[in-house]
């Protein structure tokens, strides 16, 4: 069982900037984030390889968002910038065995943070 802890969540404007933490208990083969809007289905953000050599990113989320991770500190990042009103949600991070965008193959979710980008 991996524990996952977020936090960087908060309010910013657009154009602004956030970074994200996801602190883990344990070490796992991919870790990423989703995210999920009032009304909407959780959706792809980033993930990233355990050694950090390959990431894939949402389209919403490329050019202005970057994955990493620290496997010392078993933590994952998530820097995002050029912050839009359309990417408030609440934000998840998760760890699973295999490098994926789909939700359902990651085995462990964080509780989640807010992000909320004013107009």
């Known amino acids: 069982q991996v524990q996952l802890v977020e936090s960087g969540g908060g309010l910013v404007q657009a154009g602004g900037s956030l970074r994200l933490s996801c602190a883990a208990s344990?070490?796992?083969?991919?870790m990423g984030w989703f995210r999920q809007a009032p009304g909407k289905e959780r959706e792809f953000v980033a993930t990233?390889?355990?050694?950090?050599?390959?990431?894939y990113y949402a389209d919403s989320a490329k050019g202005r968002f970057t994955i990493t991770r620290d496997n010392a500190k078993n933590t994952v990042y998530l820097q995002m910038n050029s912050l839009k009103p359309e990417d408030t949600a609440v934000y998840y991070c998760?760890?699973?065995?295999?490098?994926?965008?789909?939700?359902?193959?990651?085995?462990?979710w964080g509780q989640g943070t807010q992000v909320t980008v004013s107009s």
């Open positions: 998760t760890a699973g065995g295999s490098l994926s965008t789909v939700a359902g193959t990651y085995n462990y």
């Open positions: 344990g070490w796992s083969y991919a």
């Open positions: 990233i390889h355990w050694n950090g050599d390959r990431t």
